[in-house]
């Protein structure tokens, strides 16, 4: 009688975007903890959007641009999101930072 091969259940894809080097960092760790989960099937792919500080809304149109170009390679991100310094959004309403939808503003 043959065996079965184990059913291995597909890794959601999660997208974060980070403004800097500090907020990268922040979401490898998170990535690094999800793999070591049991019973958590994620793949967090974090993506530096620019090296320092940056306009919040050119931060966001960048990770659109990222996340757009991933998406026609390989299948969509089942989050997205992009990781920024609480200074930055003092200067904008959110509702303005990403008005398509494109990521939650963590």
Sequence with gaps: MRRRPPHIPQRRRIFVGCEGQSEAGYG??????????????VHIDVRLLQPGAGDP????????QIIAVDEERREPYA???VLLDIGMLRSMPLRRLAPRNTASII
């Design 28 to 41: 490898t760790l998170i990535a690094r903890i999800a793999r070591e989960l049991p019973n958590v099937h």
């Design 79 to 81: 989050v997205k999101a």
């Design 57 to 64: 809304r050119a931060l966001v149109e960048r990770a659109a």
